[in-house]
Every structure is written in structure tokens, then in C-alpha cells.
């Protein structure tokens, strides 16, 4: 059975924060910079930021093909650690440009913009893929879910004071476009460190492959044996939408921060403390998450963190809490979250396992590709529900001060909108069938089905 060595047990989930303070950069000055520092035309924008997103999502699912159709000599999954994070970078550094008038900029802005988020998507798929190379051990597998997931939260916690101040330092001495170019290659620069650790602590985990295709029992595999292990793995999606339902829960409470700090709270500037609670919260539920799995199991782990955040957020609406009491509820409810946050890559390598224990084709990618998915359309759908919400009861932008029945809308938003979205996500969740104990049955069963293929 494989284990984890000390080096990687010690950094594992570092590539997380990386990542997460580059990615703040796209989710909260993307848009920011269309309009008012490039100065592009808000229907240029608009298209950009839409067509963008969308494509976004289809290459989310495009990389996990990719990683299972080809290899590199040195290996399968670890060498995008380090080449897609480079390409990345010049792209990423492109979509704070402009370049030509605003026809032109925005064509090549929204071209970097997919092809970054394409490379993104290639390292965060090969880095979650990793979890099944590195140990064969579910509670080590747990351990390097729960990782990823604390250095992510950890991410957003250094990301929330390290770019708007980077931003703001590089603006005051650089013109607004070049200090916004500078910013990406600077964030860029820590995302590469970051999975260049992950690359170096993974040094011979993975066997010498062959390029010429990705190999399961033999045979290279196929689009169609791809699509037949999406369609015999129903725990899958059953994960793909729980996943999803909970994160439009999680980023709808996020973004609905700042919508109840200024209405029911009276002060705007109350979101930036809310927020860091919320993901040093999250992170420590994260860190301790394959501890609490170890005992009581990933499933039962991540019923017991949802219920959690439930519980507490219920309580909170009823209590109408003030500024205190919100931070400490707040905090309650995303180490709850975390401990089911943390395991997420853990359940969805359990049904890469399955898949490959079915049907003996390995399709670890394009299973862990339905994670980024996930991502992307929590984040999309949660641009639905806030502005859908706030249309139906008419929440006005404009206003100076809120009526009891404006404050009323927003607290149903903030606390019971999450609830009922958490509690449909748990549905699905109820059928996921696999077990903690039977991947080393899998495991085992796995090898040796390959071992004969190997001796025939």
C-alpha cells in the first residue's frame, strides 16, 4: 500500500493559497477593471464577463479530458503542476491589458482570459488527481482532501488583505492599466511557487508513462470508455450535485454579506471583518476535517458539518444577531462547513476509485474535472439567486435608509435563502453509497485485475 511521505504531508495544500490569491484577483477586480480602469464600454464588458465565464465552465470539463487522453513521459497528472501554472501566467497577466481600442482589447482580453482559466483548470484538476497517486490509504486521502481544503480557505484569508492593498500600492505609482498588469504577474509569481512545491515534494510518485496515450489495463482509453464511466457511476452525480448546491449556498452567503451589513446592520464596512471570520472559520473546520473523518467517516463527517452549518445559521436568523454575535455564529458555521469542505476532493477521488474498480478504466481526470465544474456553477448560478432574490422584494440600491420589511428581505437572504439550498444539497448526498473501508477493497481488486492484464 502507498503512503505519504513526511515532506508531503507537511505542505500538502500550499498550492491552495496560491491559487486562491490569484484567483481573488479575477473574482473581485476583474470586472472593476473592464469598466473603470480600462475604461471599457459596459456592453464590451458585459459580453466579456459573460461569454467568458460560460466558456469557462465548458473548459472545466475539457481539461479532465485532456488529462486523461495524454501524458508526458515524466508522468500523468504531476507535470501540469508545473507547466500549467507557466502558461497560465501570461495569460492571466493579458487579461489586465488593453491593448489596441476597445474592440481589440476586449477580443484579447477575453481570449487570455479563457486560456488562463483553461491552464488553471488543468493544474487544479491534476492537483486534486493526485490524492489517488500519492496513497491508497482512505484516511490519507482524507488527509490531503482536508488539506487542499484548508489552504484554500487559508488563501482567501491572505488573499482579502494582500491584493486590494497590492493593488492600491501599485495604482498610486503606476498607471491604473500597468499597475493591474503588474498585480497579475505578481499573484501569478506566487501561484507558480506554490504548485512548484507541490511539484517538488511529488518527485517520483507517479511511474515513467507512456506519451503516446493514457493507458488502463493496456489499452489507451476512449472517449467512449469516458463516457461510460460517467454513466455507470451514479455516486458521482449525486457528489456533482450536492457539491454544487451547497457551494451556491456558500457563495450566496458570501456575496450576501455585504448586503446585510449595509441594511440590517447600518454599516457597510462591517463586511470585510464578517469575511475574514468566514474563511478562517472555514479553514480551521478544513484543517481538522480528516481527523473528525478518521473517527466518524467522509459521509457521516460531511452530514455532521452541513447539519452544523444548518443548525446555527437557523439560530442566528431567529436571534437577529448584532455585529458581535454575528461574528462568532458566523465563525461557528464555516468550521461546521469546513469539516465537509475539506473532504470534498476525498469524495470525489472515491468515485474515481469506483469508476476505475467497475469498469478498469482509469478516468481519474475527467472525474475530478466535475469539481472545478462544480465551482464554476456555484459561482454562476449564485449571480442568478442574489439578483432574482433581491427583485423579489424589491430591494432598491438607491436607497439611504431600509424599512423594517426591506431588513426583513435581506435577513431571509442572508440566513433561511442558504438553509433551504444547504438542506436540498443533503438530498442527493443521502444516496452516495460508498464507503471509507471499501476503496482498499477497490484498491486491492485494482491491482490485481492489472497485474494479470500485465501477465497475459
Given amino acids: 500500500m502507498k503512503k505519504l ?5 507537511a505542505v500538502w495544500g500550499i498550492s491552495e493559497i496560491g491559487f486562491s490569491i490569484t484567483a481573488t484577483l479575477e473574482t473581485a477586480f476583474f470586472l472593476f477593471f473592464l469598466t473603470d480602469v480600462a475604461m471599457l464600454p459596459l456592453a464590451i464588458s458585459g459580453v466579456i464577463a459573460a461569454s467568458s465565464g460560460l466558456v469557462d465552465a465548458v473548459t472545466a470539463l475539457v481539461a479532465g479530458v485532456i488529462l486523461d487522453k495524454f501524458n508526458f513521459k515524466s508522468g500523468k497528472y504531476r507535470p501540469w503542476l508545473m507547466y500549467a501554472p507557466l502558461a497560465a501566467m501570461i495569460f492571466f497577466i493579458l487579461s489586465f491589458t488593453k491593448i489596441g481600442g476597445d ?11 479563457i ?5 488553471w483548470n488543468l493544474a487544479y484538476t491534476a492537483n486534486r488527481s493526485m490524492t489517488n497517486v500519492l496513497t491508497d490509504d482512505p484516511n490519507e486521502r482524507a488527509f490531503l482532501s482536508g488539506r487542499l481544503g484548508a489552504g484554500a480557505a487559508l488563501g482567501r484569508v491572505c488573499a482579502s488583505l494582500l491584493v486590494p492593498n497590492l493593488t492600491a500600492a501599485l495604482t498610486s505609482a503606476f498607471t491604473g492599466v500597468m499597475a493591474y498588469s503588474i498585480t497579475a504577474g505578481v499573484v501569478s509569481i506566487m501561484y507558480i511557487i506554490c504548485y512548484g512545491i507541490h511539484f517538488a515534494v511529488t518527485k ?5 508513462q507512456d506519451p503516446s496515450a493514457a493507458k488502463a489495463g493496456g489499452r489507451s482509453i476512449s472517449f467512449a470508455d469516458m463516457g461510460r464511466n460517467l454513466v455507470s457511476n451514479p ?12 457551494l451556491i449556498a456558500y457563495y450566496t452567503m458570501a456575496a450576501g454579506t455585504a448586503y446585510y451589513c449595509r441594511v440590517v446592520l447600518g454599516d457597510p464596512t462591517a463586511s470585510s471583518t464578517l469575511l475574514m471570520v468566514f474563511y478562517i472559520g472555514c479553514f480551521l ?3 481538522v476535517a480528516a481527523r473528525v473523518a478518521k473517527v466518524l467517516g467522509t459521509k457521516m463527517t460531511t452530514i455532521v458539518g452541513m447539519g452544523g452549518w444548518i443548525v446555527i445559521w437557523v439560530i442566528a436568523y431567529f436571534l437577529n444577531p448584532g455585529f458581535m454575535l454575528l461574528n462568532v455564529l458566523m465563525f461557528l458555521s464555516q468550521v461546521s462547513f469546513g469539516l465537509a469542505y475539506g473532504l470534498t476532493a476525498n469524495l470525489y477521488s472515491m468515485c474515481g476509485t469506483y469508476a476505475y474498480w467497475k469498469t478498469g478504466k482509469n478516468t481519474m481526470g475527467v472525474t475530478m474535472s466535475f469539481l472545478t465544474l462544480s465551482i464554476k456553477l456555484g459561482v454562476a448560478l449564485r449571480g442568478i439567486v442574489i439578483p432574482a432574490f433581491l427583485g423579489f422584494i424589491a430591494y432598491d440600491a438607491t436607497a439611504t435608509t431600509f424599512d423594517a420589511a426591506a431588513q426583513s428581505g435581506i435577513s431571509f437572504m442572508y440566513f433561511l435563502l442558504p438553509v433551504i439550498i444547504l438542506i436540498v444539497s443533503l438530498i442527493p448526498f443521502l444516496f452516495f453509497r460508498i464507503k471509507d473501508s471499501d476503496i482498499p477493497t477497490m484498491n486491492a481488486e485494482i491491482q490485481a485485475r492489472e497485474s494479470e492484464q500485465a501477465v497475459s
Avoid at 204 to 208: K, L, V
Fill in 103 to 113: 474592440v481589440t482589447a476586449g477580443i484579447i482580453i477575453a481570449i487570455a482570459y
Fill in 285 to 287: 473546520g478544513s484543517f
Fill in 235 to 246: 455516486n458521482l452525480i449525486l457528489i456533482f450535485l450536492h457539491d454544487m448546491l451547497r
Fill in 204 to 208: 517520483g510518485a507517479e511511474e515513467p
Fill in 115 to 119: 486560456i488562463s482559466h483553461f491552464c
Fill in 5 to 9: 511521505n513526511s515532506a508531503t504531508k
